[in-house]
């Protein structure tokens, strides 16, 4: 039976693996559903503690998400992947959120991914840029499903968020 579990989770891993070269974007609303796709140097995966380890310019896929980061370390519970891990030399994140709208990027030098919750937590040194604002914090988590950006803690004053607002460019007159 550990031997079917284990072959099993290896054929889904190697199907995530080849399937990146044929990854087209979904549609966005269904980011959710999309499997997840990994690309790295290295791919390890410790059956008895059930995670598998990723090193080496590590790009993570799912439908419109886009992850690059050094390290991804995946944690699965009943065979699915609970929470995703990012770390590096700031790990860096694209989303398009809708049909026709401008991305949504950020980076952290900690990310942390819960694909069922559509939550995304980037930690230290954490920016996320939309349209003309840039958030700043030491924590901020993103809705992926909402496009939803929440900064900073509300227990510390000591940790602020730094937003800029920047007024759209005026079309030049003719």
């Given amino acids: 039976m550990r031997q079917n579990k284990k072959t099993a989770i290896a054929c889904r891993l190697l199907l995530l693996l080849c399937g990146l070269y044929g990854v087209r974007s979904f549609a966005l609303e269904s980011d959710s559903d999309q499997p997840i796709i990994i690309d790295s140097n290295?791919?390890?995966y410790d059956d008895k503690a059930a995670i598998s380890t990723y090193t080496g310019n590590v790009i993570s896929v799912q439908g419109s998400i886009r992850v690059n980061s050094d390290k991804l370390v995946v944690?699965?519970?009943?065979?699915?992947a609970e929470k995703?891990?990012?770390t590096g030399n700031r790990a860096k994140f694209?989303?398009?959120p809708s049909e026709g709208a401008e991305d949504i990027t950020g980076e952290a030098l900690t990310g942390?991914?819960?694909?069922?919750?559509?939550?995304?937590?980037?930690?230290?040194?954490?920016t996320v840029w939309q349209?003309?604002?840039t958030y700043s914090s030491k924590l901020i988590e993103y809705d992926i499903k909402t496009s939803l950006v929440k900064?900073?803690?509300?227990?510390?004053d000591s940790?602020?968020?730094?937003?800029?607002?920047?007024?759209k460019s005026k079309e030049p007159s003719q």
């Fill in 42 to 44: 290295t791919a390890t």
């Fill in 75 to 80: 944690y699965f519970k009943d065979g699915e």
């Fill in 84 to 86: 995703l891990v990012f």
């Fill in 94 to 96: 694209k989303q398009t």
């Fill in 112 to 126: 942390e991914y819960y694909p069922k919750k559509n939550l995304l937590i980037l930690i230290d040194e954490a």
């Fill in 131 to 133: 349209g003309n604002g």
């Fill in 151 to 156: 900064a900073g803690e509300k227990l510390s």
């Fill in 159 to 167: 940790k602020r968020v730094h937003v800029i607002l920047k007024p």
